[in-house]
């Protein structure tokens, strides 16, 4: 009864959303919409209703349990459930300037650290850098600290391996507190293992935070650890408080998942479905025996622990979940948790909520922390969903993650760039891409949305901008304070520029159009936007990448100020993680310098090049070339230059330009000269950016282990 009422009210709640999937506002019957008798309005998409997206933090665990027991009972009921010990419980399918730690060895004046989406809101990646000139970076399974003042003594100063605890992801520096957090995975049984432990037993993902004292760049502490059940989906850091969040899809207990009467009731089940016979009473059995066998285990079996220890001690449970910190929908989804722990840079003060949300897209202000999943995820959402997206507003601070609100817009939000909070206002832009039955086509366009929370837990819309971009795609956007920069793609490249002073009645303010595409857009100044992207035709890309200055003063009339497709010894196959990855893009403004990393392959193999290109950026005279630094010497000397070994193979055709890997860069400025520190994972090099060609400062870094098949023969 519990499950009928439950599934009447979602009809009831879809007729109410969309009437024409129950048969209109009255008469019963369709009324046909189509002029001459071909689409019915039956036909027309629907929106799964906003109450069955929100979520509720449970009063109790009596509550709690019955949400898992439903779960897992339609788990069964579509077929998921596997017999065997090991399952999981699853349905579905630019930078600003750093203030450091303070020492009399000398300091930069100004330095990049890495280039944040927001400003204020500090992200995880494998290199960050303080004012002394100290580099904290991930180098394989190793903590490396290096030191670059003066440039040309770049060396490194400590180490730590970290192999023991898993696979480093990357560090995030809390300058003025002087501690470091180190973040890995692990895959492993999340507790001690148990002497009879079975074989195989379950495993699980963990996420690893070590909380390291840097105070003494050179002599670095671990002198606390703690780990989260489930794999990292987002770090972020707001002065000296951490915010991670990460994804869990609950291990099922070995009473349910090797239950001789369960998996009897399921074949039966699925027997009678596939003989057209009433399963009425078998579903209403397994129901029963599902709660049976829940109501046997404990509620934190289902739930992401997290364990902390201190050096010298061993780990111990940071309070049991709270009921109360759960947060479910009102209809059962696929049981994967969506966790935010919080706590200080330091490690202490730990604190969490957990949704029940499959969520892989996070967004974060400084205020608060936005959860994003899209209609493509949701496994009850009716036959003909169009393309929706649910975002989650979590509170962030001091304290505990707060739930305060939720929301749903059309189409799909796929980066967090296409989120902004600005004045108490979250911003979203969307792709819908989807047939309409109604119109017997395909729909591709864009929209701009304007949320506020109206203190109800609920993210309302008041304003938006429907329609923009018709038959592209978005492929960046930047939502800067009152103005937004988006850009769509087919075959050319329209910029649309919108005004968002009035965020209740947002506008879409101008528009050009270019060849190619630009991939990710960073503000130079209020009114110019500097752009990487692919060059090409009115027909297609052509492999190069791009960039380009734009005048964005008058939003009105946006325009093209400055376009630069550089040229290499590989033409159309060279190739930059910075057209996607944005830690990747080292824009400094105090030098007017763009560093990115670059590699390709040329039809002559001494002219391979794995390594760095630099450029000046100015409004007035464009770009310009600084010079390349190749990082690819570092890699022959450690994999060919061993008289021991010969020339290997992958030393003759060049294979060994695959471990060079250029990753990022970080500029500084030092009196009057501006240098520029690259990383790549066989080592750092530091050079002058007028002369960015020839490094004055090298360090190679011997800690890699993901190669070996390089030297396999």
């Known amino acids: 009864m519990r499950q009928q009422g439950r599934l009447l009210n979602i009809l009831t709640l879809l007729c109410a959303a969309a009437l024409v999937a129950c048969g209109g506002g009255g008469g019963g019957g369709s009324a046909d919409t189509s002029g001459g008798g071909g689409v ?10 906003i109450q069955m997206l929100e979520l509720q933090e449970q009063s109790s665990c009596t509550e709690l349990q019955a949400y898992v027991s439903e779960s897992i009972a339609d788990l069964v009921l579509q077929n998921g459930f596997i017999d065997c010990f090991d399952c999981a419980v699853t349905l579905a399918a630019g930078a600003p300037l750093q203030e450091g730690l303070g020492t009399d060895a000398g300091s930069f004046d100004a330095f990049t650290g890495t280039n944040n989406q927001e400003r204020g809101v500090d992200e995880l990646d494998i290199i960050d850098t303080d ?21 040309a003594d770049l060396r490194e100063i400590a180490s730590i391996d970290l192999s023991a605890a898993g696979h480093p992801e990357g560090v995030i520096l809390d300058p003025a507190n002087e501690r470091l957090v180190v973040l890995l995975s692990q895959v492993g049984w ?21 909380f390291v004292d840097v105070s003494d760049p050179e002599n670095p502490v671990i002198d606390r650890r703690l780990k989260i059940k489930g794999f990292n989906i987002a770090v972020r850091r707001i002065d000296d408080r951490v915010h991670v969040v990460t994804h869990f ?25 596939g003989n057209s016979d009433d399963t009425t009473d078998l579903e209403t059995e397994i129901r029963a025996r599902v709660d049976t066998l829940v109501a ?42 969506t966790g935010v722990t919080s706590l200080d840079s330091d490690g202490h003060n730990v604190s969490r909520l957990i949704v029940a949300r499959n969520a892989w897209t996070v967004y974060a202000s400084q205020r608060n922390l936005y959860l994003v999943q899209t209609s493509n995820g949701w496994w009850f959402r009716p036959e003909r969903q169009r393309q929706q997206t649910a975002v989650h507003k979590i509170q962030i601070g001091d304290g505990r993650p707060q739930y305060k609100a939720m929301g749903r817009v059309d189409g799909w939000v796929q980066s967090s760039y296409q989120l902004s909070e600005y004045d108490g206002f979250l911003r979203a832009v969307t792709t819908r891409n989807e047939f309409i039955p109604t119109e ?17 837990r609920r993210l309302v819309e008041v304003g938006a901008v429907e329609g923009f971009g018709e038959n592209e795609t978005i492929f960046s956007s930047r939502l800067l304070g009152e103005r937004g920069y988006v850009v769509t793609f087919r075959q050319i490249d329209p910029l649309f520029t919108f005004d968002l002073s009035d965020p209740r009645d947002p506008r879409l303010a101008g528009e050009v159009e270019i060849k190619g595409v630009s991939t990710y857009i960073h503000p130079l100044d209020d009114a110019h936007l500097l752009t990487i992207g692919f060059d090409g035709d009115e027909n297609r890309l052509n492999g190069d990448f791009r960039l380009q200055i734009f005048d964005v003063r008058n939003l009105e009339d946006p325009r093209l100020i400055h376009v630069f497709v550089p040229q290499f010894d590989a033409p159309n196959h060279a190739w930059t993680e910075a057209t996607y990855e944005p830690h990747a893009f080292d824009y400094f403004a105090a030098a007017g310098t763009l560093t990115i990393p670059l590699q390709y392959w040329s039809s002559d193999i001494n002219r391979h090049f794995s390594g760095f290109a630099a450029f000046s950026v100015d409004v007035v005279d464009g770009f310009g070339v600084l010079g390349r630094l190749d990082h690819s010497d570092l890699a022959r000397d450690r994999f060919c230059n061993d008289p021991a070994t010969g020339i290997p193979d992958i030393c003759i055709d060049g294979r060994y330009l695959e471990s060079a890997n250029p990753r990022r860069s970080v500029s500084a400025l030092l009196g009057d000269t501006t240098y520029i520190y690259t990383l790549s994972n066989v080592g750092m090099k530091v050079s002058a950016a007028r002369d960015f060609s020839n490094a004055i400062g090298v360090l190679p870094l011997p800690y890699r282990w993901d190669w070996p098949w390089l030297l396999a023969p």
């Open 131 to 151: 004012k002394n000139g100290n580099f904290y970076l991930i180098d394989g399974d190793h903590l490396v600290v290096a030191n670059g003042l003066p440039p």
């Open 190 to 210: 999340f507790g001690p293992v148990p002497a009879l432990a079975p074989t195989p037993f379950p495993t699980d993902p963990i996420t690893r935070l070590l």
């Open 440 to 456: 017997a086509r395909v729909r591709v366009d864009n929209n701009l949305y304007v949320l506020e929370d109206n203190d109800a």
């Open 249 to 273: 899809t609950p291990t099922m207990p070995p009473i349910l998942s090797t239950d001789v009467q369960l998996v009897d009731l399921k074949t039966r089940y699925w027997d009678a479905l």
């Open 296 to 337: 046997s285990t404990d509620i934190n079996e289902y739930l992401p622990s997290v364990m902390v220890k201190d050096e010298g001690s061993d780990y111990v449970d940071v309070a049991e979940p709270n009921c109360g910190d759960i947060a479910v929908p009102d209809v059962p989804q696929p049981f994967a948790l």
């Open 40 to 49: 019915t309005t039956q036909e027309a998409l629907v929106s799964t209703p």
